[in-house]
């Protein structure tokens, strides 16, 4: 009897005793979740604050967008962010002292004309994005085109996020049109350069104030068949035809064969006199041109028209497909700073520009009722507030696709940029950077020819005959086939690990 007592005392004790220590698990998980509910309303309390230095030039209600921007931040990922924008021409200087001094920031504005991308890379200033975007920026792939993530690559990694627009490269011509009516000229026959000849003689014989083809030494005529991967300025190209070599594109036929109809061109009045000299842009803006170059997208008309070539109606034509190469698709893009010190949550906002249609249509539009007017749900009228004190250059951040177009613009505008990507075909060299620091004064040399050489040569000026095996031989002497030697070894590396 007593034996079984003890056991019914033991029992009730060893069950009062699992309640007892229970009751203090509860209590401590309740501590738990306090302590982190309380760590929780602590990070609340401090968001993260980013700077965000990008191109444009300063607007008067930019602190106005920044406050709305930052309430809509803090609530979707806890972080404001502090716009600093510097004008066009004082970009690429002062980011260049920014990054040299060390200077903490988290994002900055860096292409492939302004606060050089791939130099950036070279030197250390972005950080790779490949681990920030899996992890906190899944919705960019979902978004961005994946050539253009193929062109932001270097050595294996992503460096920088280009903006959702127009993917490929296309050269056209721009017409205008009214002169173009005016003498029953069908713009359909304006292709290649050389078509256009009949054409800029019957407007120089009847129009003595217009410039038949304004090219300049900002604008020199497209040379077919080659990707010039480092750019127009510079004698470096990729056949699209062969492409496993690279050349120098003042030995090649296409070029020769540009030349002599630019010379001919040339002396038979259709250029500038001075359009190795100046620029001639002053033309088009007054309507006294009949053909210029530009680069095409959907609805380009539409965008020239309202630019420079306001004073006339335009029409526009293509010289060729469009393609994918490294200009293109680092056209525009956005890079973390190595000094951030927060990669993860500059990635987040990274992030809302290509997904969150607010995001991104009111950093490029300002606030809806002050700086536009919405049309319907995908047009939208500026305001004279908004004309005068926020002008953003939209194509420098994020899904152009999520933003609102214009009042006037047609409705499947990015149906036929999605048709028009989806049409590129890849560039030779599409994602190729090369190393040239072991060739860097020899390519001084060589450019500096390139600077004394390419105008009076592309234009017209002089003769092609006669002076382009003058140019090779200055580019020869500067050492042009070293740094062939060096781009050729690592392009058939980077070849070889594709």
């Known amino acids: 009897m007593f034996k079984k007592s003890l056991i019914l005392v033991l029992a009730l004790m060893l069950a009062l005793s699992t309640m007892l220590v229970g009751c203090g698990e509860k209590k401590d998980d309740k501590n738990q979740t306090d302590s982190t509910n309380s760590g929780s309303d602590k990070e609340k309390e401090k968001p993260v604050n980013l700077t965000w230095y990008t191109i444009g030039t300063p607007q008067k209600d930019e602190a106005l967008v920044e406050e709305e921007l930052n309430k809509y931040l803090l609530e979707k990922i806890n972080a404001t962010v502090d716009i600093k924008m510097f004008d066009w021409a004082e970009y690429n200087q002062k980011m260049q002292v920014k990054i040299a001094s060390g200077e903490n920031f988290d994002l900055m504005f860096s292409c492939s004309w302004a606060n050089d991308f791939a130099s950036n890379v070279s030197k250390g200033a972005l950080l790779p994005l490949d681990d920030l975007i899996n992890e906190y920026g899944k919705g960019i792939k979902d978004n961005l085109h994946p050539l253009f993530l193929e062109g932001a690559t270097i050595n294996g990694k992503i460096y920088g996020l280009p903006t959702n627009k127009e993917l490929g490269w296309q050269a056209m011509w721009i017409i205008n049109k009214d002169l173009a009516d005016k003498y029953d000229i069908d713009v359909s026959k304006i292709t290649t350069l050389e078509s256009l000849e009949p054409y800029l003689q019957i407007i120089k014989d009847n129009e003595p104030e217009v410039v038949p083809l304004t090219l300049d030494k900002q604008s020199a005529p497209y040379i077919p068949n080659i990707d010039d991967f480092l750019g127009a300025n510079l004698p470096f190209g990729i056949k699209l035809d062969d492409d496993s070599k690279i050349v120098n594109t003042y030995e090649t036929e296409e ?15 259709f250029v500038h006199p001075d359009a190795a000299i100046n620029t001639v842009g002053d033309y088009n803006k007054s309507g006294n041109y009949f053909i210029a170059k530009a680069h095409y997208q959907p609805y380009a008309e539409l965008i020239w028209h309202d630019g420079d070539f306001s004073m006339s109606e335009i029409a526009i034509m ?3 497909e469009p393609y994918a190469n490294n200009s293109s698709t680092r056209g525009a893009m ?27 249509n009111l950093i490029d539009y300002g606030i809806e009722g002050t700086h536009y007017n919405k049309v319907d749900d995908k047009h939208i009228s500026k305001t004279e507030q908004g004309k005068k004190s926020y002008v953003f250059p939209g194509f420098s951040i994020g899904n152009l696709f999520n933003t609102y177009s214009l009042e006037g613009t047609p409705d499947d505008k990015w149906d036929k940029f999605e048709e028009f990507n989806n049409s590129c075909i890849n560039a030779p060299s599409l994602g190729f950077t090369p190393d040239l620091s072991s060739v860097k004064t020899t390519m001084s040399a060589v450019t500096n020819v390139a600077e004394e050489v390419n105008a009076s040569i592309q234009l017209g000026v002089v003769d092609p005959t006669e002076y382009v095996p003058k140019a090779i031989e200055k580019f020869k002497a500067a050492g042009i086939d070293k740094v062939i030697e060096e781009l050729q070894k690592q392009y058939d590396e980077w070849r070889a690990n594709k």
Not at 255 to 269: L, N, P, S, V, W
Not at 342 to 360: G, R, S
């Open 334 to 360: 956005q890079g973390i700073s190595v000094t951030s010190e927060h990669p993860e949550k500059t990635m987040e906002f990274l992030n809302l520009l290509y997904t969150d249609e607010y995001v991104v």
């Open 255 to 269: 070029a020769m064969e540009i030349f002599k109809t630019m010379h001919r061109y040339y002396e038979k009045g």
């Open 318 to 320: 293509p010289v060729h």
